[in-house]
Each structure stands twice: as C-alpha cells, then as structure tokens.
C-alpha cells in the first residue's frame, strides 16, 4: 500500500500571513501528500481557524489536498459544517479530506463556552450521519434527539462521492463511531506501540456491522525535528506535553534526529496498519520551520513516498 506523508500544525509559528503563505507553497512544490490544521477556538495564543484555512488552501493551492485534524463537532452546527465542507470540496476539484472529532477534554474552548467534554457522544453521531445524507444529496428531515431538520438539502455537491469522513478518538464508542459512521480514522496520541489493537478494532467492527474499512484510510502522526534532543523548542514541547499529559511519555510520539530515525517511526507505524501520516515540524521562527519542512521534503519523502507502480512490483 502507498505510504503517504502530510504535515500538520498543533499552533502557529509564523511571524505573519506572508511567512505562512511561504510554507504553504514549499509544501505544495515539494510534494508534500496533504496539509492539517488543528482545531481550537479560544485562547490568546495565536491558532488559526481551521475551516477558514480549509477554504484559503483551496484557494492558495492546485495539488495538495487538506484537511482537519480534527473539528469538534460539539461547537458546530451540522448543516453548516456539511455546506462549507462541500462548497471547499467543490471548489477545490476534491481535495478536502474532512476529519472530525468531539474535542481535546483539555481544551480551553470547552471552557470558553461553558460547555464540558462529556456527554456529546450521541450528539455527533447524529450530526455525522446527518452531514454524510447531505453530502449524498439527500434531503433530510429528522427530529432529533438533538437537531431537527425539515428537508433540508444542499448544491452544488461534493466532488468526491462519497466525500470522505475521518473520524478521530481510540475509545471504544469512537471506535464504533468510525465503524459505523466513517471512512478512515486519525489517531490522536497513539503510539507506534499503542495504535496497532485500535486499528484491529475499528477493523473488526467495520466488517461485523458491513462496512468493511479501506485499508488505506488509518491515520498517525507525530512531532518530528531535524536536531538535537536539548534544542530549547524540543524542551519547551516536551514540559507543554507533560503538563497537559502528565503520564504520557512524550519520546513515543516524538522524533528527534535524521532522517533515518523519522522513517524508521514511519515504517513502525505502517507495520502496525497505518499508511497517512500528519506529521507535525517542531520549530520556532519561519525560516526554522521552512528549513524543517525543506529537509523532510528533501531526506524523508524519496524514501517513503513510493509511487504506486513501484510499490508493486
């Protein structure tokens, strides 16, 4: 199967838009397989919101394709996430790879809106279903338990049919959700030595209710740096990390090295099933993280992006 590489953005490390704009295309001329933009609305740390920047890469590129990684369904309006996720794809000639999920527990936006993590299970399900109709061209009427809707439509479709649904979370009811609901999944914090039994569940579970799973559609990623173990943006993620994840060891989904470590974690995780990564560079200043997407593009993809033809022979 064909290995696959995006990169990712956990926060914002440009000094501006046009520093921005610079990686954006130095991804899309490098070859780069996809772009993600994590989702998170309050906070004064600059963040980028992340269906805004779904719609700009539409506009700003002609080959990569995008996608969430990924939108909490728990402060959006379903309706509306289905027009603007259709409307990019359209636009885009069917680049977009929507991705969703409940949300970080740890986020400041619950927190913002008085809202706690718990208890939206059964609220996303219906909205994921009911964006899946829409993207269909069906015409939904539906009353409730939490949306009620009367015919209820959207045009111009998506171009992909059907439009890929990512869904994030290893808990066992995100597990089901992706079973039943989606077409690919994206680990969140899973390890190279953790994500293999979620990757076997959601597969079993996907055959068990008919809707067996490509292959191809399990997602990783993890935060990668060409450097030094001490260099002071590897330490101050590595204290973020332990604060919001204090039992969590930081090095499993971290690399820090050459190019021979960052594949050799890549061919860790495709041996545990996984084929798309979003991988996210771990810099600190615009020319710091365009010299890290520029090397990764130059060390890493040759080896990992293998064209199809090849990868079977």
């Known amino acids: 199967m064909p290995v696959r590489i995006g990169l990712g953005l956990l926060d914002y490390p440009f000094s501006g838009a046009d520093a921005y704009w610079r990686w954006v295309d130095l991804c899309e001329s490098g070859g780069v397989d996809s772009l993600w933009q994590s989702d998170r609305l309050a906070g004064a740390t600059p963040f980028l919101e992340c269906m805004s920047v779904m719609g700009a890469l539409a506009g700003r590129t002609r080959r990569l394709k995008f996608g969430m990684s990924v939108l909490s369904m728990a402060f959006r309006e379903p309706l509306i996430v289905a027009k603007e996720c259709a409307t990019i794809d359209y636009l885009s000639n069917g680049r977009m790879l929507p991705a969703f999920g409940i949300g970080n527990p740890s986020s400041p936006d619950w927190a913002a809106v008085g809202m706690t993590s718990e208890g939206h299970g059964g609220k996303m399900n219906q909205a994921l279903d009911i964006m899946a109709r829409l993207w269909r061209g ?16 959207i045009s111009p479709l998506p171009v992909q ?28 914090a899973e390890t190279h030595e953790t994500i293999a039994p979620v990757v076997a569940a959601i597969k079993a579970e996907a055959e068990a209710v008919g809707r067996p799973m490509d292959p191809e559609h399990f997602g990783a990623g993890f935060f990668f740096r060409f450097g030094d173990p001490d260099d002071p943006i590897v330490e101050a993620r590595r204290a973020n990390y332990r604060r919001a994840f204090p039992n969590r060891d ?20 495709v041996a545990a099933g996984v084929t798309k990564f979003v991988l996210r560079p771990l810099a600190q200043d615009d020319e710091d993280i365009l010299d890290q997407t ?13 064209p199809k033809k090849a990868a079977a022979a």
Do not use: C
């Open 138 to 153: 069906e015409t939904v009427t539906t009353d409730g338990p939490h949306y009620r809707y009367r015919d209820a439509r």
């Open 161 to 188: 049919n059907p439009l890929p649904l990512w869904i994030g979370g290893s808990s066992p009811a995100a597990i089901r959700r992706t079973a039943r609901l989606g077409t690919g999944w994206l680990a969140g």
């Open 294 to 306: 520029r090397k990764l593009i130059e060390q890493v993809l040759p080896v990992i992006h293998v």
């Open 250 to 269: 930081f090095s499993k989904v971290m690399v820090v090295g050459g190019a021979d470590d960052i594949i050799e974690r890549v061919r860790a995780y």
